[in-house]
């Protein structure tokens, strides 16, 4: 079985840690095998296929694939959060594209026109899963990649996102959400800083993410349709309501995973 990041909106995507980590590598803020560990977490096994020079079936691990892409000229990571109708941080071409679009992220290397994207395996019997991540190394086009905000810019409309999604979630009684997703919300304002970016970053940056994954949760139950009992109609109406807001959380968590790369450009 797949998973996308859509399954949890409370967990942080596995390109978000990549290029955090991957970051911080790059820059000497940590070493290979700590940053290796932080983006497998508590996954069984990460792999990387397509690096250039390998052969196409070659898998190598974590700590080998970045010391690859650092020899290579890597000079840093961006995050890509992608969905239909909106390539965030894409930079083609299709194929590219299309595959990090399917699973919702994928990480671009700069200074090396190559991306990577998570296939993520869940496997087992329910209540003893495991997870493995295949990351998929494809050419990507040396291009400005689509609608990244600046730190700047993304802090400036959060700060509205957050004003409009409380009165938003207020009017659509998400309050009377079911007691499992109000009990998700509250460990994730509870994990707070502490599980974000990794060494290196300003602290600015994680401040938004903060604050972006705090609107991206929100706007996950609302949608979901918790709360009030709702009408077809009325549920398609409170998509549109929320779209623009989703938006603004997505732009802001690629712009905070991004700061270290940009405020050195």
């Known amino acids: ?84 109708g909106h390539p965030l941080g894409l930079t083609g071409p ?49 291009a400005l990649p689509a609608d990244v905000p600046s730190l700047d810019e993304a802090e400036r409309e959060l700060a509205d996102g957050l004003r409009q999604a409380t009165v938003m979630l207020t009017r659509l009684d998400v309050a009377g959400a079911g007691p499992e997703t109000l009990r998700a919300l509250e460990d994730f304002r509870r994990r707070g800083h502490r599980e974000l970016l990794a060494p290196g970053y300003p602290p600015r940056a994680v401040r938004v993410l903060e604050s972006a994954r705090q609107v991206s949760a929100l706007l996950g139950i609302a949608a979901g349709g918790h709360g009030a009992a709702v009408s077809a109609s009325e549920m398609a109406a409170r998509r549109e309501i929320l779209a623009p807001l989703d938006r603004t959380a997505r732009r802001a968590q690629v712009a905070a995973y991004n700061a270290i790369v940009d405020e050195r450009g």
């Open 1 to 84: 079985m797949l998973a996308t990041p859509a399954d949890n909106p409370y967990q942080e995507p596995r390109s978000g840690r990549l290029t955090a980590w991957g970051n911080a590598l790059l820059a000497g803020a940590c070493s290979p095998d700590d940053a290796a560990a932080a983006v497998q977490g508590v996954d069984d096994a990460h792999r990387v296929t397509g690096l250039p020079g390998e052969q196409p079936d070659s898998l190598h691990g974590l700590t080998w694939a970045l010391g690859k892409l650092r020899v290579l000229g890597a000079k840093g990571l961006r995050l890509a959060l992608p969905v239909a």
């Open 94 to 142: 299709p194929p590219f594209n299309a595959l990090a679009l399917g699973a919702g992220e994928a990480v671009l290397v700069v200074g090396v026109p190559y991306g990577l994207v998570p296939e993520v395996e869940v496997y087992g019997p329910e209540g003893d899963q495991g997870v493995r991540v295949l990351w998929q190394c494809l050419p990507v086009e040396d």
